[in-house]
């Protein structure tokens, strides 16, 4: 025998034995159990179709016919969640046998000593959530008022047992906080809910302010000279009757880039209607009453200002608010 044929002799016995061991580690011939009846092969991880699991959608079984029809069907637990997962050791394997009528005399289990079984499932991302939240919402707020809606509280990923029925997400606004909104998500199955999720919105309005473009001096007037007009999102709507400042007068020094408020502002002092010793109109008016009377004003007052005025005929001093027409009203 020349070198050339020994060393394919050696090759072709090392791959024989390379191939028997790997064979024997992956269970899929199970050897050692000649004498007994059974042989159940137990893998490390399965995923099923079904809700429950039986021995033979887990394990690869092998024996007397009898017995592995009789085995195959043996109830192993039900995954009757999404992404439940069942752990079962030889133990509880050879239990459910011995249960079924098969003890564990008859049966050799090979593999893994602990298989956990999973169902197929389908995921269903937070995003998809989300967007699907999100476009919900913005075709039922009012366009003019809210900006878009800022998720505050996203949902956690959703397993569903794969189906070859269509799913579908259907959306319902539910009750939330002041100036939030929530959405229930309901993930459906050929018309049947499967679960649902719910996403929580912040909302945010267009709102307007004024902001200083320079630094105004107090008793500045304002103008769009030195304060500009932006919008901003909100988390409350605009009053109704906000109305730029342009014509007020800055109260004290107001710095570059400061957002005005109502208390840095003040009307420019109104014309004087009023003067004093100026005789004036006293007037009262109630529902089917009117009185009136002449008097003598005892301060000077613009319109909305209370001034003290002496009644000509009861010399009887008085507190009135002067009105724009020029005539006082009587304040009890």
């Known amino acids: 025998m020349n070198s050339k044929s020994l060393i394919i002799i050696l090759i072709t016995c090392l791959v024989t034995v390379l191939w028997f ?10 050897s050692g159990g000649q004498d007994c009846a059974l042989q159940v092969y137990l893998p490390r991880e399965v995923t099923i179709e079904d809700e429950t699991a039986n021995l033979g959608q887990v394990g690869i079984i092998r024996g007397e016919e009898s017995l592995v029809a009789k085995a195959s069907n043996i109830a192993l637990g039900q995954l009757s969640v999404a992404g439940q997962e ?6 509880m394997v050879l239990s459910r046998l ?152 800055a109260r004290r020094g107001i710095a570059s880039n400061s957002v005005l408020r109502p208390s840095m502002v003040r009307h420019l002092k109104p014309e004087i209607i009023v003067n004093r010793n100026q005789n004036v109109v006293i007037r009262m008016e109630q529902p089917g009453l009117s009185v009136s009377a002449i008097g003598k004003a005892m301060q000077k007052g613009s319109v909305g200002e209370y001034v003290k005025v002496r009644n000509i005929d009861s010399q009887r001093v008085i507190l009135a608010k002067v009105n724009e027409d020029g005539t006082v009203e009587p304040i009890f």
């Open 21 to 30: 061991c790997e064979i024997s580690a992956n269970g899929e011939e199970i």
């Open 86 to 91: 069942l752990v079962l050791d030889r133990q």
């Open 98 to 249: 011995a249960c079924s009528g098969i003890p564990s005399t008859k049966v050799t289990l090979t593999g893994a000593e602990k298989v956990t079984i999973k169902q197929e499932q389908k995921i269903i991302k937070s995003d998809r959530f989300v967007e699907q939240a999100s476009s919900f919402l913005n075709r039922r707020l009012p366009a003019d008022s809210a900006c878009q809606p800022d998720p505050i509280r996203t949902p956690e990923d959703m397993a569903i047992p794969e189906t070859s029925e269509e799913i579908e997400l259907a959306a319902n606004l539910v009750p939330g906080a002041r100036n939030q909104a929530k959405v229930r998500i309901s993930v459906l199955a050929d018309g049947k809910e499967v679960g649902t999720r719910e996403v929580a919105f912040r909302l945010k309005y267009r709102c307007r302010r004024a902001v200083a473009q320079c630094d105004i001096p107090a008793d500045a007037l304002i103008s769009p000279e030195n304060v500009k007009i932006e919008e901003y999102p909100g988390d409350n709507p605009e009053p109704p009757n906000w109305r730029a400042p342009y014509g007020l007068v």
